[in-house]
């Protein structure tokens, strides 16, 4: 399995987490994210510092794949936990 394939199917399990835990806990993840936000804005802040060196790869940054895991669980969370409470609001 090439590395592009790994780092897709990582984001994926990310973005699946994120989805379901969207469903499961609407209300949490909302609150959680200006923390989960905050951290991965600075994780790719750092990440364009490195990306922008001609000398260096993302792939040699052992916390790139984390920090993608982490933007698809808030993409995932946000997308699904945004709908449920929409249809809550919506419904009542």
């Known amino acids: 399995m090439s590395r592009k394939t790994k780092r ?15 469903l499961i806990r609407p ?3 909302q609150q959680m994210y200006p923390i989960l ?3 991965v804005g600075i994780g790719y802040f750092i990440l364009i510092g490195i ?5 260096r790869s993302l792939d040699d940054v052992s ?8 933007m698809y669980f808030v993409i995932g969370g946000a ?6 409470l929409m ?3 919506y419904t009542n």
Do not use: H, N, Y
Not at 63 to 70: D, G, K, R, S, T
Not at 79 to 84: D, L, N
């Open 51 to 55: 990306a922008s060196d001609k000398e």
């Open 79 to 84: 997308v699904s936990s945004t709908i449920v």
């Open 27 to 29: 209300q949490q993840i």
């Open 37 to 39: 936000g905050i951290g």
């Open 63 to 70: 916390w790139f794949i984390p920090v993608q895991m982490l």
């Open 8 to 22: 897709r199917l990582l984001q994926l399990v990310g973005l699946l987490t994120g989805l379901i835990f969207g």
């Open 87 to 89: 249809i809550e609001l």
